[in-house]
């Protein structure tokens, strides 16, 4: 089964994970752009929502992309300038899609 480009309708950037040194050696995480993408964006519902807790998964919306290697769930999402964290990340279709749960963070 393959992904219906018609279903891929929103725009959201990759970010990954980055760690500088300032002046006094001290370590700051920062997020790098790697890549903007296609996908679906869909808010879950209460059900689903509960199911993902019973798996100690907080969320609040499926993010569904094309197979990407360089994803992570240390990799941050931006959708419409909201900031959204990967909650989990499960390979489906046999590596043609990544579906993500994330939870929005400030």
């Given at each position: 089964m393959a992904i219906h480009a018609g279903k891929l309708n929103e725009r959201v950037t990759l970010r990954a994970p980055s760690v500088d040194r300032d002046q006094c050696g001290e370590a700051t995480l920062d997020f790098d752009d790697i890549a903007t993408v296609w996908a679906q964006v869909d808010g879950l519902a209460s059900r689903e929502i509960l199911q993902a807790m019973q798996a100690n998964v907080v969320a609040s919306h499926r993010i569904?992309?094309?197979?990407?290697?360089?994803?992570?769930?240390?990799?941050?999402?931006?959708?419409?300038?909201?900031?959204?964290?990967?909650?989990?990340?499960?390979?489906?279709?046999?590596?043609?899609?990544?579906?993500?749960?994330?939870?929005?963070?400030q």
């Open positions: 569904r992309i094309r197979f990407r290697d360089d994803v992570t769930p240390h990799c941050r999402i931006v959708w419409r300038g909201r900031m959204m964290e990967v909650s989990s990340l499960v390979e489906r279709m046999d590596r043609t899609m990544l579906e993500m749960l994330v939870r929005e963070v």
